[in-house]
């Protein structure tokens, strides 16, 4: 036996707190050993005289480790437990003390795992709409013109000619409510929109005025309506905060550039002087963006601020969610009270963080709910675009994502294959179709919500940012129906499977398929891929 191959930690996400009775526990093993896990459990304060035990089953499979879990209905919010481990008929245990080949159950109380307490407000509650959710991502400036009368003057790029950074299109929020039907024919239920919020560019990711709509894009009249009648159609909104940095035109750095250390706002931001130097950039800013400062989410004034801006939109707008840019540089303190704000208002609002990375320390049930999941398109681009990897090598992957987090967060995870920051995934995949829907079909099985890039459905190509962000071809006679409807089947299954959404899951592989069961009971759906990214839906109720 591998001994050091045995882990398991408690109050993590080995073990953890699904429901106010519902626990969920996982050992990790060595893949090469061939072990019986037992799990070997009671009340706390009886433990001494009273265990429970049942087997345990490997959920998790990755190149070097098996994950066993069990799920336990308990009646005592205080749990203890220890693991009973069998190899070739010889019993171990495995408690705080590490693996012996005895247990002294009367003294248990020593060194036996717990969950001290099931309090209710620690539990990581899942939203429970990202579980079949079908997201739309729009850049608002390429999506389309809506608003026929508004002053043009500012637009620089034909529609359909390819777009450099300082690019204006003209598209608009009128220009998403004329298109919402047409959004919702794709399978779609979500729509999350780019920075709507007034700016001098075009992605507005450097906000100058944090309380007003750009008028590039319309006006809180025109925004609320577009929330209303997506509503109206069983879609919901997801608005795009960016609260690590601003524009360095907001008024409270302005007044800082002319104030120096006078100014009440100096502390708003992280400046190595009296004043912020803008041809040295002696100020902490978004990566090395001189125009866009960091705010000092340490200050409690920024703090409120910001809150203050989430909370009037969320109360002002009636939106469903917030996605959090560059969310894992900001302060943990600020995200524990972002959370407390917003889930008082709307406790089923999702609070989704743009993280690149594993964000487990952000992901506990007092920050956010859950990220986009750029671990996830990774492993697509490895498997579909690079082939870097074999169908195993990608089963272990998917598992290993998996392993990460609690089961809540996988149910909540944001699941992409490409964004505005990222390439086109049609253009990564040398525009092969079978591997493009090859990769929908499975981020559609994998669980979570499932987020499309506008003109996904219609193969749109593109670069590094700003190629990404091209216009939308609306002329119909140059689309792929074919390829359309077949994506379109793909999102009616995520948006309407009950075990897609409900379901648990295994990911494998055999004979060079990838293959992704989701189930419940005796019910199953099962996703085959196989080496020339043909796939095949089985489904067995």
Same mark, same amino acid.
């Given at each position: 036996m591998n001994i050091t191959a045995i882990f398991h930690e408690?109050?993590?996400?080995?073990?953890?707190?699904?429901?106010?009775?519902?626990i969920v526990i996982r050992l990790r093993v060595s893949k090469f050993d061939d072990l019986k896990v037992y799990l070997v459990y009671g009340k706390k304060?009886?433990?001494?005289?009273?265990?429970?035990e049942i087997e345990m089953h490997i959920k998790y499979e990755d190149e070097f480790f098996c994950y066993f879990e069990s799920t336990i209905d308990v009646e005592d919010k205080r749990f203890a437990y220890i693991f009973k481990i069998i190899e070739n008929g010889k019993t171990y245990y495995y408690s705080e003390d590490g693996l012996t080949e005895k247990y002294d159950f009367f003294n248990s109380f020593y060194n036996f795992f717990q969950i001290p307490y099931i309090n209710e407000i620690d539990i990581h509650k899942e939203v429970k709409w990202l579980k079949n959710a079908v997201f739309y991502q729009i850049f608002i400036d390429r999506f389309l013109i809506g608003d026929k009368e508004k002053d043009k003057s500012y637009i620089n790029l034909k529609w359909g000619d390819k777009p450099n950074p300082k690019s204006f299109a003209g598209g608009d929020l009128k220009g998403i409510i004329e298109k919402l039907e047409y959004i919702k024919s794709l399978g779609v239920n979500v729509i999350y929109l780019t920075p709507i919020f007034s700016s001098i560019s075009n992605h507005?990711?450097?906000?100058n005025d944090f309380f007003e709509v750009d008028k590039h894009f319309g006006s809180k009249k025109v925004l609320k309506e577009l929330v209303d009648k997506a509503h109206d159609l069983g879609i919901k909104i997801v608005l795009d905060a960016v609260f690590n940095h601003c524009s360095d035109q907001l008024m409270q750095f302005d007044d800082v #550039?002319? =104030?120096?250390?006078?100014?009440?706002?100096?502390?708003?931001?992280?400046?190595?002087?009296d004043y912020p130097d803008m041809e040295n950039v002696n100020y902490e800013t978004f990566a090395s963006v001189s125009y866009m400062p960091k705010f000092n989410t340490s200050?409690?004034?920024?703090?409120?601020?910001?809150?203050?801006?989430?909370?009037y939109w969320t109360n002002e707008i009636g939106i469903d969610g917030w996605r959090l840019d560059v969310s894992d540089e900001l302060s943990h303190d600020f995200w524990r009270q972002f959370r407390k704000e917003i889930k008082s208002i709307n406790e089923d609002i999702a609070i989704i963080g743009e993280s690149w990375h594993?964000?487990?320390?952000?992901?506990?049930g007092d920050q956010f709910d859950s990220i986009m999941n750029y671990a996830f398109t990774k492993s697509c681009l490895d498997y579909f675009a690079w082939g870097n990897i074999s169908a195993e090598d990608m089963s272990? #992957?998917? =598992?290993?994502i998996l392993i990460r987090n609690k089961t809540q967060v996988n149910n909540m995870m944001l699941n992409l294959l490409d964004s505005h920051d990222t390439l086109r995934f049609f253009t990564q995949v040398k525009k092969d179709r079978k591997k493009m829907l090859s990769a929908i079909a499975l981020m559609t099985f994998f669980p979570g919500a499932s987020m499309i890039y506008y003109g996904t459905e219609i193969k749109m190509e593109g670069g590094f940012d700003?190629?990404?962000?091209?216009?939308?071809?609306?002329?119909k006679d140059e689309w792929d129906i074919e390829f359309m409807d077949e994506l379109k089947k793909l999102l009616k299954i995520k948006a309407e499977n009950k075990l897609l959404k409900n379901g648990d899951i295994k990911i494998y592989s055999k004979d060079e398929c990838l293959i992704v069961e989701r189930y419940i009971d005796d019910s199953k759906i099962t996703l085959k891929i196989n080496e020339n990214f043909e796939i095949e839906i089985f489904n067995i109720m």
């Open positions: 408690h109050e993590s996400n080995y073990s953890f707190a699904m429901e106010n009775n519902k304060y009886d433990y001494q005289n009273e265990q429970s507005k990711y450097d906000i #550039k002319k =104030n120096g250390l006078k100014s009440k706002y100096h502390n708003w931001f992280i400046i190595d002087g200050n409690p004034e920024v703090s409120e601020f910001l809150l203050n801006v989430a909370k594993n964000s487990y320390p952000f992901l506990q272990n #992957k998917l =598992n290993t700003p190629d990404s962000r091209r216009t939308f071809n609306w002329n």
